[in-house]
């Protein structure tokens, strides 16, 4: 065989595992784009979604948020780092669906002093979104005037019941909630351990609520299904992650 066939022949194979590759690398980026698409999810497992979770946040977009009391998406927060990230003082924010029973998994941070709110069964029947829902405090403890008072740190259900000091990791560093909400029972968890655990609508719960700011908002704590928020009206930078939900049978 002369040599100038056999540089053919070299070229042709070459060309042929070239194309061959480059069809596999196209099916690989068209796979991955689908996966990608508006609406699906990016931070729940396999695993987490055969044990019922589903994901509030697809880490590239504020699909599945609206402005508390209005229908367009929230201006004032915006995706950074595949976070959901507020710098300053702007809209509180909702789901757009609500959920009465749920166990709700979530990061968080905020800045030095950075003061903040997650509200759960809220309704958008008053002017405040914490006018109607029981706040979990994101709080930065030693830097923010909330933190002297157990009732209003890092985890309390704000000026009810409150929290225990230590739990909270440093301003700027990633935090893991967790809340359960079952019936009238709820707890409130922060980095693995359980903070505190109430019964809605007990003696207990109405003394606390009678004693408080709150007595004056008679739906207060009253609503059995909701919607998910988080607080902006308050100044700092606020950061949210693997923000995701089951729904409690």
């Avoid at 540089?7 to 596999?24: F, P």
């Avoid at 950075?114 to 002017?127: D, H, K, Q, S």
């Amino acid at each position: 065989m002369t040599k100038s066939l056999i540089g053919r022949r070299s070229l042709a194979t070459v060309a042929l595992v070239l194309g061959a590759w480059g069809c596999a690398s196209n099916q690989a980026s068209t796979s991955e784009s689908s996966a990608r698409q508006p609406g699906t999810t990016t931070n729940s497992s396999a695993p987490d979604q055969a044990a019922g979770w589903r994901s509030l946040f697809d880490g590239r977009t504020l699909n599945g948020w609206r402005v508390y009391k209005g229908q367009s998406q929230p201006g004032g927060w915006f995706v950074q780092d595949s976070a959901l990230t507020k710098v300053q003082a702007t809209d509180d924010i909702i789901s757009v669906d609500q959920f009465g029973d749920f166990e709700l998994a979530l990061d968080w941070k905020v800045s030095h002093g950075g003061n903040a709110g997650l509200f759960y069964r809220a309704t958008e029947e008053y002017v405040k979104v914490y006018w109607s829902a029981t706040e979990y405090q994101l709080l930065d403890d030693p830097n923010a005037r909330d933190g002297q008072n157990r009732l209003t740190s890092a985890g309390a259900a704000y000026g009810l019941y409150p929290a225990p000091a230590g739990v909270v990791k440093p301003a700027g560093e990633w935090n893991s909630t967790r809340i359960v909400a079952k019936g009238t029972h709820v707890e409130h968890w922060l980095n693995g351990t359980k903070l505190l655990e109430y019964e809605l609508w007990s003696p207990d719960w109405e003394a606390k609520v009678k004693a408080s700011k709150f007595a004056v908002w008679p739906n207060y704590g009253r609503a059995k299904r909701g919607h998910i928020a988080f607080q902006g009206d308050h100044g700092g930078e606020l950061s949210l992650r693997n923000i995701r939900i089951r729904e409690l049978k």
